[in-house]
């Protein structure tokens, strides 16, 4: 499956890589895309092991605000 989420926040390199590492950490998510001039997060995932508010979740705990 693949998902977007809009993430406010994000400002630098730092930014894109804990939101990356938080992602890349929990079950089933294959694959990262942040692009901060946009705010966009692209996620490759099974949906059968991780969900979006699970994403949004460990997005939130490294201090970024997930909208939608």
Known sequence: MQ???EVNGM???HCEKSVKNALTEL???HGVEVDL???KVDVTYDKAYVSK???KEAIEAQGYEPVG
Do not use: A, I, Q, R
Request: charged share 20%.
């Open 3 to 5: 998902l977007t989420l």
């Open 11 to 13: 400002t630098c390199e």
């Open 27 to 29: 079950e089933g998510v």
């Open 37 to 39: 001039d946009s705010g």
């Open 53 to 55: 508010p699970l994403m």
